[in-house]
């Protein structure tokens, strides 16, 4: 659009530019054929002067007729002398005096006549009479080469058309250079706008734009805060709807666990009942079939609540990584290695319950960012890979630094597992709020890959999904951006 604008604006200047110089080539044609009819007039009156200037017809038959030029034609010869020329013909058009170049067709009347004619490169205006003379009637004529209109016509390229082809494409540049310079601020501003992180709804100064820019940016200004007011507004929601189910839940799970511990003991131990038998000894049935219900419905109800809760932490976490408010938090020094160990402490158990085997391979490395951050990004991945992934599977922990030839080295962050992995076509997907793989096992909220996505936006790194070792199961990498030198 800008490209346009300048285009346009360009054109709307050049051709006035255009017009004006078609307007002066023809104010010039206009002064030059004023100037000619001068010339014209002036021949005019001339030519009587050189029919007087015959006074005698010739001495003998074959000779000239005497000649005396008047004043006015001597002087008009020698002031325009190789431009003008005369003729003196008898009326059958045979050349009596002058230059035989200087002719025209015998005229009929006595009223003067003009035509041009050719001679040695020069285009000449020649003014033709009969009239009375000492010598009897004849035909006088005289040329002139200093005719502006002649001149005109032949200089129209170099005299007028060039020059003014060249003032009119000097103008040109200099106007396209000054639109480009005019709106270099304009330019800069879409830029700026351009390169702005869908995050960034900051104002724009604008005391930086010119005049004529600063109604447009006051209004992409008024624009961003309300934007910015209504994420505000639904990020607050979200957060605080979190935190505020938060306690509640807990305080529901506590009670969940406790009943289903009370059930537990209340089960008779000749019953020896557990959440996942679902045939009592066959002695006395209807209290076996009771005591199983009690337990199975507690034990669902602890389930749900376990899952509202996780909703209601990752709905945080995913507000929390989301919020503006983390450009004012300062980035620190973070240890992936220290970390991975710690999250290897937290899923051993859940990991070890499920069968599956949780394992570590990580290196001493360090990135620049938000600890708790990272901390939920790792912990959403490995809680999806043992959540999906069958017993007996394997489930590991990496963290190193990634060298690809002259590129500066990146450190990654990798979960694998050998579980059912994610189909190519769902890869784009899955980091999507809410989306679940069609036919999924498990309860998933559909969060988690969103929230880790989420992280690694604000940590300016990439995210690839991948088939794990053998094809099999899913490789979730975390590349982090190189680090400034002495960072």
């Given at each position: 659009?800008?490209?346009?604008?300048?285009?346009?604006?360009?054109?709307?200047?050049?051709?006035?530019?255009?017009?004006?110089?078609?307007?002066?080539?023809?104010?010039?044609?206009?002064?030059?054929?004023?100037?000619?009819?001068?010339?014209?007039?002036?021949?005019?009156?001339?030519?009587?002067?050189?029919?007087?200037?015959?006074?005698?017809?010739?001495?003998?038959?074959?000779?000239?007729?005497?000649?005396?030029?008047?004043?006015?034609?001597?002087?008009?010869?020698?002031?325009?002398?190789?431009?003008?020329?005369?003729?003196?013909?008898?009326?059958?058009?045979?050349?009596?005096?002058?230059?035989?170049?200087?002719?025209?067709?015998?005229?009929?009347?006595?009223?003067?006549?003009?035509?041009?004619?050719?001679?040695?490169?020069?285009?000449?205006?020649?003014?033709?009479?009969?009239?009375?003379?000492?010598?009897?009637?004849?035909?006088?004529?005289?040329?002139?080469?200093?005719?502006?209109?002649?001149?005109?016509?032949?200089?129209?390229?170099?005299?007028?058309?060039?020059?003014?082809?060249?003032?009119?494409?000097?103008?040109?540049?200099?106007?396209?250079?000054?639109?480009?310079?005019?709106?270099?601020?304009?330019?800069?501003?879409?830029?700026?706008?351009?390169?702005?992180?869908?995050?960034?709804?900051?104002?724009?100064?604008?005391?930086?734009?010119?005049?004529?820019?600063?109604?447009?940016?006051?209004?992409?200004n008024r624009l961003f805060a309300l934007v910015n007011a209504q994420a505000e507004g639904q990020r607050r929601f979200v957060a605080d709807a979190a935190h505020q189910l938060r306690t509640p839940l807990a305080g529901l799970q506590a009670q969940v666990e406790a009943?289903?511990?009370?059930?537990?003991?209340?089960?008779?131990?000749?019953?020896?009942?557990?959440?996942?038998?679902?045939?009592?000894?066959?002695?006395?049935?209807?209290?076996?079939?009771?005591?199983?219900?009690?337990?199975?419905?507690?034990?669902?109800?602890?389930?749900?609540?376990?899952?509202?809760?996780?909703?209601?932490?990752?709905?945080?976490?995913?507000?929390?990584?989301?919020?503006?408010?983390?450009?004012?938090?300062?980035?620190?020094?973070?240890?992936?290695?220290?970390?991975?160990?710690?999250?290897?402490?937290?899923?051993?158990?859940?990991?070890?319950?499920?069968?599956?085997?949780?394992?570590?391979?990580?290196?001493?490395?360090?990135?620049?960012?938000?600890?708790?951050?990272?901390?939920?990004?790792?912990?959403?991945?490995?809680?999806?890979?043992?959540?999906?992934?069958?017993?007996?599977?394997?489930?590991?922990?990496?963290?190193?630094?990634?060298?690809?030839?002259?590129?500066?080295?990146?450190?990654?962050?990798?979960?694998?597992?050998?579980?059912?992995?994610?189909?190519?076509?769902?890869?784009?997907?899955?980091?999507?709020?809410?989306?679940?793989?069609?036919?999924?096992?498990?309860?998933?909220?559909?969060?988690?890959?969103?929230?880790?996505?989420?992280?690694?936006?604000?940590?300016?790194?990439?995210?690839?999904?991948?088939?794990?070792?053998?094809?099999?199961?899913?490789?979730?990498?975390?590349?982090?951006?190189?680090?400034?030198?002495?960072?």
């Amino acid at each position: 659009m800008t490209s346009d604008l300048r285009n346009r604006l360009l054109m709307l200047l050049v051709l006035p530019l255009l017009a004006l110089a078609l307007v002066g080539v023809w104010l010039d044609y206009r002064s030059a054929d004023e100037a000619a009819e001068r010339h014209d007039l002036r021949l005019v009156r001339l030519l009587p002067a050189l029919a007087d200037s015959v006074l005698a017809p010739p001495i003998h038959d074959s000779g000239p007729p005497l000649l005396l030029l008047a004043p006015p034609v001597e002087d008009f010869l020698r002031q325009n002398a190789g431009y003008a020329s005369y003729s003196v013909r008898d009326t059958s058009g045979h050349l009596l005096l002058g230059d035989d170049w200087v002719h025209g067709a015998v005229p009929t009347t006595h009223a003067p006549e003009f035509h041009s004619v050719e001679f040695g490169g020069v285009t000449y205006r020649v003014a033709v009479q009969r009239g009375r003379t000492g010598a009897g009637e004849l035909v006088v004529a005289l040329a002139d080469g200093s005719d502006p209109r002649q001149q005109w016509a032949q200089q129209l390229l170099l005299r007028v058309l060039l020059p003014n082809l060249v003032l009119v494409a000097a103008a040109g540049l200099a106007i396209h250079w000054a639109v480009r310079r005019a709106f270099k601020p304009l330019v800069d501003l879409a830029d700026a706008v351009e390169r702005r992180s869908p995050r960034d709804l900051s104002p724009i100064d604008e005391t930086a734009s010119p005049s004529e820019v600063r109604p447009l940016v006051h209004s992409l200004n008024r624009l961003f805060a309300l934007v910015n007011a209504q994420a505000e507004g639904q990020r607050r929601f979200v957060a605080d709807a979190a935190h505020q189910l938060r306690t509640p839940l807990a305080g529901l799970q506590a009670q969940v666990e406790a009943w289903a511990l009370m059930a537990r003991a209340s089960v008779p131990a000749s019953l020896s009942l557990n959440f996942n038998k679902k045939h009592p000894p066959a002695h006395d049935p209807r209290a076996q079939g009771a005591i199983v219900l009690g337990v199975d419905e507690i034990e669902k109800l602890r389930n749900a609540t376990r899952r509202t809760s996780q909703l209601a932490h990752q709905l945080l976490a995913l507000s929390r990584a989301d919020a503006r408010s983390l450009d004012a938090q300062p980035p620190q020094r973070v240890d992936l290695k220290d970390l991975c160990e710690t999250l290897l402490e937290t899923f051993l158990d859940p990991a070890t319950g499920k069968g599956l085997d949780l394992g570590l391979d990580v290196q001493p490395v360090h990135v620049t960012g938000h600890g708790w951050l990272l901390r939920e990004l790792l912990s959403n991945l490995v809680d999806n890979a043992i959540k999906y992934t069958p017993a007996p599977g394997v489930v590991t922990i990496r963290c190193g630094v990634r060298r690809n030839g002259l590129n500066p080295p990146r450190v990654f962050l990798q979960v694998e597992d050998d579980g059912p992995g994610i189909a190519e076509a769902e890869r784009g997907r899955v980091v999507q709020r809410f989306y679940r793989v069609p036919g999924a096992a498990g309860e998933g909220t559909g969060l988690g890959l969103a929230i880790a996505d989420e992280i690694v936006r604000v940590h300016h790194a990439s995210l690839t999904l991948a088939p794990g070792g053998h094809g099999r199961g899913l490789l979730v990498t975390v590349v982090f951006p190189p680090e400034a030198p002495g960072a």
